[in-house]
């Protein structure tokens, strides 16, 4: 069995990473290791980010490890929140300030477009997509690993499923059910960080044989 760092504290997360890499592999957190400090997220984009947290880990450990990082595009929002997505509603990583301030976002948005306001974006359709960024290190080698799930966003939280900006992110395909109104199984098939973790799976299963 091999142990792989996850720089993430996030147990919706781990579980997520750990049901796609399977039995071969444990998955410890920062934490475990020692490492109980917040760790930097100063890149421009998401994979710029994911890098500099799995290097955190590698650099203070030693250990094979890997981060990721994900942002929201909204096309009505011209691709906001994007690398702000986890504080778009402030400092505190509060998913529900986040989801709040979006839905105000995209009313204003609207309304701006319905008045015919000079300068509102040229959309205003509510379709989205969630990207995901991972960066593997591997016995000292970087990796990078993407994934894109679309959808739309509702115009209101519904579900109780999921975390982050699950109630109110409509994945494609799923009959404008939100991400927290399907099951995990259903969302895992078909997310961002989940086809990111499967690019990242199969290459491991490969390194490894």
Known sequence: MRTLV???????????????LGAGFKL?????????????ETGNTLQENSLQKAEYIYDRCGCDCFADDTGLEVDLLDGAPGVHTARYGGNGRDFNANMDKLLR?????????????????????????????????LDGRKYFFDGIMEGTIARAKAGCGGFGYDPVFQPEGKGGLTAAEITEEEKNAISHRGKALRAMAAFLQEYTQ
Request: proline letters at 5%.
């Open 6 to 20: 996850f720089a993430t504290a996030n147990p919706g997360k781990i579980r997520e990473a750990q049901e796609i």
């Open 28 to 40: 410890v957190t920062p934490a475990e290791m020692g490492i109980v400090e917040d760790i930097p």
């Open 105 to 137: 976002e995209m009313q204003r948005r609207e309304e701006e477009i319905a008045a015919g306001a000079q300068g509102a974006s040229r959309t205003a359709a509510r379709t989205a997509r969630f990207r995901t960024s991972v960066t593997l290190i």
